[in-house]
């Protein structure tokens, strides 16, 4: 069980987060005890399970893509790697002072809608110049069936302009925690029998940008989805050891 149990919670190296030398002393620190905190929590609340951390660039521009099934994803992925992640957030979310401050130190930049729309396009070029790994979720909004839905055609125009390193990261279990009509979570804690709602996050292995950005757009995003779905379906299995 301890080759799939890669929650370590240790402080980043250097080169880890070289991307990220832009950032504050105090980002940095927040980012890290936001990491230790939310790995607790959801390893013994959630019996969060990862697999695959070693599968993201420690360090360059890349593109993190995961499937969409609650508001617990962002957190997730955040927790399946090391590195400090950039996620988009909605502009709405910025409106309060206090709370925009929290998601600004998480690496949190703002975007008009979910999803690879335009903006958010443009948004996640200018991170991936600076360097940053970037997490989208181009199924475009949380799924309201616990069913993975078609890609959004935003991901490969974004490959095209960036041909930067992707990779899947499948998400399995957030859905029965935490559906779009929940308003609030259901636990799944580590040390009670094993329910439906404990979570898991399988990381692929980086795919070659170059080589989908050359591709037509459908067959780019039909084996895009598949990749996603693989890895989807072992965080299935995952959460179930």
Not at 40 to 46: D, E, K, Q, V, W
Not at 140 to 148: C, I, Q
Not at 172 to 180: I, L, T, V
Not at 198 to 213: E, Q, S, T, Y
Request: proline fraction near 7%; charged fraction near 20%.
């Amino acid at each position: 069980m301890n080759d799939v149990l890669e929650a370590r919670g240790r402080i980043a190296s250097p080169v880890e987060v070289s991307s990220l030398a832009h950032a504050s002393p105090f980002s940095y620190i927040f980012y890290e005890l936001s990491y230790l905190f939310s790995m607790t929590a959801m390893t013994l609340g959630f019996s969060l399970r990862t697999l695959g951390k070693n599968n993201i660039p420690r360090t360059g521009p890349a593109i993190l893509y995961a499937n969409h099934q609650s508001y617990l994803d962002p957190m997730l992925v955040g927790l399946s790697s090391r590195r400090h992640l950039c996620f988009l957030a909605r502009k709405t979310l910025f409106r309060n002072r206090f709370f925009a401050g929290l998601i600004r130190n998480l690496n949190a930049v703002p975007i008009d809608q979910e999803g690879v729309g335009r903006q958010g396009i443009q948004t996640v070029l200018d991170q991936l110049r600076l360097g940053q790994a970037v997490v989208v979720f181009p199924e475009g909004e949380r799924t309201a069936d616990g069913v993975m839905h078609p890609l959004k055609p935003g991901l490969h125009l974004l490959i095209k302009r960036s041909a930067a390193p992707l990779v899947p990261v499948g998400i399995a279990g957030a859905f029965d925690a935490w559906p779009r009509f929940r308003r609030f979570p259901m636990p799944s804690p580590l040390f009670l029998p094993k329910g439906k709602r404990a979570v898991a996050v399988c990381v692929g292995k980086p795919l070659d940008g170059r080589r989908f950005a050359a591709l037509p757009r459908q067959q780019a995003m039909e084996e895009l989805f598949e990749e996603l779905n693989k890895v989807q379906r072992q965080a299935e299995k995952l959460r179930h050891a």
